[in-house]
């Protein structure tokens, strides 16, 4: 239906009608960004212009979903950006060793050979070669409490990876660019990796192959 108006022109009620709810809509939109309920959300575009440091995140932090675990910073390649690695320490049921490790190792060392369970029995070397891996390529025999590299450098437990890296340096180099590992706390910063030992057991760091889990099927 089409109504005359004054000076000629058309005047059209459904197109007037599409124009309003544009209206309408576009107004919905811009309170969306700009206004809406603040706290449970932040818009894309507040978080845009609240942009740089750390705000790219939008102000998320992984911190909070860290919780207590404790972080060391890692000793990243030069030009890597810094990041974290979950401490290990804490976490191993033996330390501190030298509450036993009082005396030189060989003066401890036992061999199992009256039957008795030696002290770390849980501990089997399945790794490398009995010829290049013996319990002192990575354990420091003077101090227990201390890895140690190939050079004798003392290496505490929670960089571990430094003594993986020696013999892994391709793994070392994905796990430190985040192509191998797995990311703690989330996706925002600062950014935190689990160490080697997370999941592997350096006594027996191979993992047994395994099928891919199928689907259950659906019973006719
Ligand atoms: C509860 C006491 C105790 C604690 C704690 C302990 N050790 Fe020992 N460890 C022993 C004894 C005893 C021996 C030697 C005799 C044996 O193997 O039973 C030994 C032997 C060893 C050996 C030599 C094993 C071999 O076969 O040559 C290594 C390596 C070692 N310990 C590492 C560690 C490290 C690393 C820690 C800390 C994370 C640790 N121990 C904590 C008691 C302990
Ligand atoms: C490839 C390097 C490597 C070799 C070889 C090695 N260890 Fe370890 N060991 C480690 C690392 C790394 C840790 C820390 C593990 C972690 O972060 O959970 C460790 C941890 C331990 C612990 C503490 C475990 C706990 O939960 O408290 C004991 C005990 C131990 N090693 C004994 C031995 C003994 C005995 C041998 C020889 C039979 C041996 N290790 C050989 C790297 C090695
Ligand atoms: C002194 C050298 C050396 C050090 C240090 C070392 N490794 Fe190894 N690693 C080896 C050798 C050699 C093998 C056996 C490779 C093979 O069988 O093809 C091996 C095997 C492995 C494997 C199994 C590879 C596979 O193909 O399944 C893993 C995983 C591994 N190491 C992880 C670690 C971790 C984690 C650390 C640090 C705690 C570590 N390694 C420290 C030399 C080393
Ligand atoms: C989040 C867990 C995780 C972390 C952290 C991790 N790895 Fe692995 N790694 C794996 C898995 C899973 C595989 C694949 C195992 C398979 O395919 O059988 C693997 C495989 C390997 C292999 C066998 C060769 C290969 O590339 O498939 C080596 C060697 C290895 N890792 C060394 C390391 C070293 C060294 C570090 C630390 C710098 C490390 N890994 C950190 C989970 C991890």
């Known amino acids: 239906m089409i109504a005359a108006t004054g000076g000629g022109r058309v005047f059209r ?57 404790a972080v060391v910073e890692a000793h990243a390649a030069p030009g ?30 036992w061999d199992g050979s009256d039957g008795r369970a030696t002290a770390h029995w849980p501990v089997r070397l399945a790794h490398a070669s009995d010829q290049v891996m013996t319990c002192t390529t990575c354990h420091a025999a003077s101090n227990l409490d201390r890895l140690r590299t190939l050079t004798g450098t003392e290496v505490t437990f929670d960089h571990a990876y ?7 340096s391709t793994q070392k180099a994905d796990w ?10 989330g996706w925002a910063p600062p950014r935190v990796i689990y160490s080697c030992t997370e999941c592997h057991n350096p006594h027996q760091p191979a993992f047994e192959t395994r099928w891919p889990a199928r689907a259950g099927r659906v019973a006719r």
């Not at 209206?23 to 969306?32: E, R």
């Not at 430094?162 to 892994?168: E, L």
């Not at 430190?176 to 706390?185: I, N």
């Open 13 to 69: 009620p459904g197109s007037a009608i599409a124009f309003l709810m544009i209206a309408l809509w576009l107004a919905a939109l811009s309170w969306a960004c700009h206004g809406g309920p603040r706290g449970e959300h932040a818009s894309v575009l507040s978080i845009a212009r609240e942009g740089g440091e750390p705000g790219a995140s939008g102000g998320a932090s992984s911190t909070p979903l860290l919780g207590t675990a």
């Open 80 to 109: 890597t950006p810094p990041f974290g690695v979950l401490a290990r320490t804490p976490r191993l049921t033996k330390a501190p060793c030298a509450n036993c490790h009082t005396v030189p190792l060989e003066r401890m060392r």
């Open 162 to 168: 430094d003594v993986c890296a020696q013999c892994h």
């Open 176 to 185: 430190e660019g985040g192509a191998h590992g797995k990311r703690a706390g």
